[in-house]
């Protein structure tokens, strides 16, 4: 079955998982949670991955259904000169608490986000830590 | 495109002056980054209207470490032992996290020994973290003498752990492809003793502080959550189970040896504060259940199946795996582009981070006092929230 237009498996990951085009999330978000065959309720997890070499990153939604037991990696890709993602707060509503990490550590953009605020770091802090090519003065170089 | 980013200068306004001598007026108070509810360093904006909380605008990071980004640079066993320092009072159960992720993603086999011991471990630490639990929620409300009973308690289980561990906190014990040492040769015996010491225990505790009418005030209809509302607020653990969801990892995808143990789900009816007080009460009987009954039948074995010092390859992909700690789903996320050891990106899903949004929806119409409450029920671990 394919979940939306243009999804495929998501490949190496230990999970069933679909990769999606940015495009279709916020459609197929309530489809998710909604659809009596998925109920994909719960969001236990959104995080982001900084693939600097293919110049992108990859947003990764583990669901979980309380009602059928079933899980499901969603994973998608935006560009890491625009990576702007829609919200999916209002499907689940953890998600804004989620997306703040993920737009604090690793700068992503979430579009329709009411609150988007740095989470851990201060409001003034330059830069996102969790990006690869983040430097600042008190990081500590590797030991060669 | 309508991402705007705002500040907490943008959410905390000052307060508007009063249209008469009479009126009320909103105002902004922050509880922490210093306040004995938190138990660490939290800091919690309030909007109130005199003693009713309109809004809580939490603020955590005062103990963020940046362990995701450290991971990118460590190897599995070294990750080991930044597990311990997010939710010290699940140390173990984070170590076992991690340590079942890196096994299932590289294919190392652990025997039966060794998932038994993790199994015994966790469920001592449970009740170990319950039983401090039920300590500090009688300390948040004002009674002073179950910290000291809670202790008591605490203590006992802390000397099995460094009688075979060698450490009390962060044990780092649970290491990928086995466990650190093998246990004591008194393991056995002490646990059984202990067992049978700490269940009247929990009927005591029951005498002391469950039937006090001024602790049931103040937790009976207290914070009221839905299942629904638990669900979509990420809540897990004794959180989401109080409010009558039966998500429970230990039953929904046994992992160690509970598929073998016989215990029950705890879960609540209402979703108050007084739910999710019985259900961990109830859940320290169920942790004694699965230990006596794992307890006399640990198989024989080696209890490490990886050679010290061997590298761990992690296969290129995105492995997760999650178990069930004492506050809820701690899930573990690595990346590995399949090059040396350390993981590409590393990612912890802690319970506790996720349970703090709760108290977002919670406290809004209580007072101050039940925002007390309704916050010691979520039993949150700061070092757990920041990461």
Known sequence: MALAPGSSKRDKVNRPAVSVPVEALAALAPKLRDDPALRFDLLLDHTAIDWIADGRFELIYHLYSTVHGHHLTLTTSVSRENPVVPTVGAVWPIAHWQEREAFDLMGVLYDGHADLRRLFLEDDWEGHPLRKDYKDDSMLGLPK | ????????????????????????????????????????????????????????????????????????????????????????????????????????????????????????????????????????????????????????????????????????????????????????????RKVKDVARYIRPIIDEYDTLLSGNVILQERLRNIGILSPEKAVALGCTGPVVRASGVPYDLRKVEPYGVYGKAEFDVVVGTVGDCWDRYCVRMEEMRQSLRIIEQLIDNIPEGPHMVVKYGARIRIPEGIHYGQVETARGVFGVTIVSDGKGEAPYRMHFRSPSFNNLWAVTALAPGWRIADLIAIQSSLDLVIPDIDR
Not at chain 2, 24 to 38: C, D, K, L, S, W
Not at chain 2, 82 to 98: C, F, I, Q, V
Not at chain 2, 138 to 151: Q, R, S
């Open chain 2, 1 to 188: 495109m309508s991402v705007s980013l705002r500040t907490l200068n943008d959410v905390v306004r000052p307060p508007t002056t009063a249209a008469s001598a009479l009126a009320t007026q909103e105002y902004f108070v922050n509880m922490g980054p210093q306040h004995p509810i938190a138990h660490g360093s939290l800091r919690l904006v309030l909007r109130l209207d005199g003693e009713t909380v309109k809004e809580v605008i939490p603020v955590p990071g005062f103990v963020h470490r940046g362990i995701e980004k450290m991971c990118e640079h460590l190897g599995p066993r070294q990750i080991v032992h930044l597990t311990d320092r997010m939710d010290y009072l699940s140390a173990l159960m984070n170590n076992w996290a991690l340590a079942m992720t890196v096994e299932r993603a590289a294919g190392i086999a652990v025997n039966e020994r060794i998932e038994t011991i993790r199994t015994l471990m966790a469920e001592l630490q449970r009740l170990q973290s319950h039983v401090l639990w039920w300590g500090v929620l009688g300390m948040d409300l004002g009674a002073f003498t179950p910290f000291l009973y809670g202790f008591r308690e605490r203590e006992v289980i802390g000397e099995i752990f460094e009688e075979t561990i060698g450490a009390r906190l962060t044990m780092n014990y649970i290491q990928p492809g086995g466990l650190m040492y093998d246990i004591h040769p008194g393991f056995a």
